[in-house]
C-alpha cells in the first residue's frame, strides 16, 4: 500500500497520502482546482473541455470520460488555498494544504466504499501524487 487504510465507523475506507512539496501553497492550490494545470497531472479519462469542475461552496461537479457515464459530484469544502473537499458519485476526495518547511504539505484522503475499492485505487493515486509533483516542477 501506498496510502495508509483506516476502516471508518460506517464501514467505507479512508485512503490517506500525505506529501510534501517545494512550491507555495497557492500554486499547488491553482494545479488542485484550474481546468488548465488540472490538465497536465490528474485523471487522464477526464474530458476537460466537457466536465464541469468549477470549485465553489456547494457547487455541482460533473466528471466526463469519453465512453463512460458521466460521473457526479458535489463541492464540500472550498477555503481557497487550504481545503478542498467534494464527492465523486459516491467517493469523497479531501485535499488539505498548509505551508511547511519552505514549501507545501499535502494531505490528500479519499473515502471509498469498501477495502477491494481502496485497493484498487492505491497505487493509481500514488503514481497521480506523483504527476503533480512533475507538473509543478514545470
Given at each position: 500500500m501506498f496510502g495508509t487504510v483506516r476502516e471508518l465507523a460506517d464501514g467505507r475506507v479512508e485512503l490517506r497520502f500525505e506529501r510534501w512539496y517545494a512550491h507555495p501553497r497557492e500554486k499547488v492550490w491553482r494545479?488542485?482546482?484550474?481546468?488548465?494545470?488540472?490538465?497536465?497531472?490528474?485523471?487522464?479519462?477526464?474530458?476537460?473541455?466537457?466536465s464541469a469542475l468549477a470549485f465553489a461552496p456547494g457547487a455541482e461537479l460533473?466528471?466526463?470520460?469519453?465512453?463512460?457515464?458521466?460521473?457526479?459530484?458535489?463541492?464540500?469544502?472550498?477555503?481557497p488555498p487550504a481545503l478542498l473537499e467534494y464527492t465523486w458519485d459516491d467517493e469523497?476526495?479531501?485535499?488539505?494544504?498548509?505551508?511547511a518547511d519552505g514549501g507545501c504539505r499535502l494531505v490528500f484522503t479519499n473515502v471509498v466504499g469498501d477495502g477491494g475499492t481502496a485497493a484498487a485505487v492505491d497505487a493509481g493515486w500514488d503514481l497521480g501524487l506523483k504527476r503533480l509533483s512533475g507538473a509543478l516542477d514545470l
Open positions: 494545479a488542485l482546482t484550474e481546468p488548465a494545470e488540472l490538465r497536465r497531472w490528474f485523471v487522464e479519462i477526464l474530458d476537460y473541455d466537457r460533473t466528471f466526463v470520460a469519453e465512453g463512460l457515464p458521466a460521473g457526479q459530484g458535489r463541492v464540500l469544502a472550498f477555503e469523497t476526495l479531501r485535499w488539505e494544504l498548509s505551508a
